[in-house]
């Protein structure tokens, strides 16, 4: 996968731990630890939104939270949307959500040192035909994710 490839590469001039490939991601909202009797009540959920592309095109180190990432240069719309509903419906069904605003990136290296440069990023467009909701569960060798349900976008 190009974005691994291209944290690996990163990780030469930063140090820190890059994000296994099979756990890249892009968080739209952060519900913490939630009870499953609320998790439950998310089967179902109605979010207004179209399928869409992501441009990954921009490569940024965060010096506050030491982490490198890579995303768009700014939000598409559609994915702004996506997000907006989607918080809406979580609100609505008791979920407390960030009140800051939403910034699409995709983190791949954690505990990071500033790199100076940054490679070039690569020509990557990401598809967003879908959400999940998703399990994390920490352990000694990071983050295990289990998709819990898949929500299709029209």
Not at 40 to 55: D, N, Y
Not at 123 to 148: C, D
């Amino acid at each position: 996968m190009a974005l691994h490839a291209w944290a690996l590469e990163a990780q030469r001039s930063c140090g820190g731990r890059a994000t296994r490939a099979e756990t890249i991601h892009l968080t739209l909202a952060y519900l913490g630890h939630v009870d499953a009797e609320l998790v439950a009540g998310l089967q179902g959920i109605s979010v207004a939104a179209v399928c869409h592309t992501l441009p990954i095109e921009a490569a940024r180190y965060w010096a506050r939270n030491h982490i490198v990432w890579l995303g768009p240069r700014e939000t598409p719309n559609a994915l702004e949307a996506l997000v907006s509903s989607l918080v809406l419906q979580l609100n609505e069904k008791g979920f407390k959500t960030e009140s800051r605003k939403f910034s699409a990136h995709i983190t791949l290296i954690r505990k990071a040192r500033d790199p100076g440069t940054l490679p070039v990023v690569p020509a990557v467009t990401w598809p967003v035909e879908e959400f999940v909701l998703v399990r994390s569960r920490l352990s000694a060798t990071g983050s295990r994710y289990e998709v819990l349900e898949r929500f299709p976008l029209s």
